[in-house]
């Protein structure tokens, strides 16, 4: 993180590494505290729903998911490099199904992409929910009547 905050305190005319380092620093905090408190989100709905994710990753989101603490929570992990496709292809969304053993209309995928995760699981028959941050979403979601959340509090309440 340290490398990437300072190539983008230099580009932003501050090449001092100082800089760079506060940025890291805050970014990894921030994200460490987000992810505890959706861990607790997650960690409520895998009491009642069996989780998964299916990402557009680099390899390693298995490790990733472990070295956060999230693992605990999910029975599926589906990293795009390890299965060969990137979403919206759908053969990554059957990948799940057929972990989970189910049909696509027995489950609801959650993501933050219309192009990528709303258009790839209406192709393959899921409910999807789309998780958008509040000030960026100004339209509707992809499909009539989808729900839409901003936080993973909104998802849970969807699933209560």
Not at 37 to 53: F, K, P, T
Not at 88 to 112: M, S, T, Y
Not at 123 to 140: I, Y
Request: hydrophobic share 45%; aromatic share 6%; charged share 25%.
């Amino acid at each position: 993180m340290e490398k990437i905050a300072r190539g983008v305190s230099q580009k932003m005319g501050r090449p001092d590494d100082v800089v760079g380092a506060r940025i890291a620093k805050r970014f990894v905090e921030e994200s460490l505290e987000r992810l505890r408190g959706n861990a607790l989100v997650l960690c409520d709905l895998s009491r009642r729903y069996r989780l998964g994710i299916v990402s557009n990753f680099y390899g390693n989101l298995s490790a990733v998911c472990r070295e956060v603490g999230l693992s605990p929570f999910l029975s599926v992990i589906i990293d795009s490099t390890v299965v060969g496709v990137l979403k919206p292809n759908p053969e990554i969304f059957h990948a799940a199904l057929r972990v989970f053993q189910i049909e696509p209309a027995q489950a609801v995928f959650v993501g933050d992409s219309l192009q990528r995760d709303m258009a790839g699981a209406r192709a393959v028959g899921m409910a999807h929910v789309w998780l958008t941050p509040k000030p960026f979403h100004d339209g509707e979601a992809c499909c009539p009547n989808d729900p839409v959340a901003h936080g993973l509090e909104e998802v849970r309440a969807l699933f209560a």
